[in-house]
């Protein structure tokens, strides 16, 4: 298992947080999420041999949401 935690665009409201953790944990080879209302973070575990960072990155950016970058 590895780690990513995305740094998101400003998150105005506790129900953006919960459609993009939402999203995240239905994503293939994601093992846990947890979005961060205050700090707009995501962390997420994820399998590396089913999914990678770019590929979580696009699952926010398709609910119209934008990744800055990933630690």
């Known amino acids: 298992m ?10 105005v ?8 953790e939402t999203a995240l ?7 846990s999420v947890a979005v961060l209302f205050n700090s707009s ?3 997420v575990q994820y399998d ?6 770019d590929a979580l990155a696009a ?5 119209g949401y934008d990744v800055l970058k990933l630690i």
């Open 2 to 11: 590895k780690k990513v935690t995305m740094q998101l665009e400003q998150l």
């Open 13 to 20: 409201c506790p129900t953006c947080a919960q459609k993009i």
């Open 25 to 31: 944990k239905n994503a293939p080879g994601v093992e």
């Open 41 to 43: 973070k995501a962390k």
């Open 48 to 53: 590396e041999e089913t999914t990678e960072p």
């Open 59 to 63: 699952v926010v950016r398709s609910l």
